[in-house]
């Protein structure tokens, strides 16, 4: 029973890893084409933070892994902000008011 639940917690955070790393690599290529590299470079380096195989080097390396709920909590925060107030959300609607 403990290894069922373990696994179904292993599936969940690789499902969320891969699909905030896809999202701030999105991030950052938009933000290196459109806005400026310094906060593309950001977004890319953050996409490393999420990926799986970044995880485990680090609970290799240190002995301990970042927590899902705190990973997920960094990145809401983030895309909020980015989304809020960033430079690419006003291209965006910059474009779409076309």
């Known amino acids: 029973m403990n290894s069922k639940i373990h696994s179904h917690n292993n599936n969940v955070h690789l499902t969320f890893s891969w699909i905030f790393a896809i999202i701030f690599f999105s991030l950052g290529i ?3 084409i459109f806005v400026h590299p310094i906060p593309g470079l950001f977004y890319l380096l953050l996409a490393v933070f999420y990926l799986p195989f970044t995880n485990a080097i680090l609970f ?3 002995g301990f892994a970042i927590p899902l709920w705190i990973k997920t909590l ?3 925060i983030l895309l909020w902000g980015t989304l809020a107030v960033g430079d690419l959300m006003e291209i965006f609607e910059a ?3 076309r």
Do not use: E, I
């Open 30 to 32: 938009l933000n290196l």
């Open 60 to 62: 290799k390396q240190l």
């Open 74 to 76: 960094v990145a809401l």
């Open 95 to 97: 474009w779409m008011l």
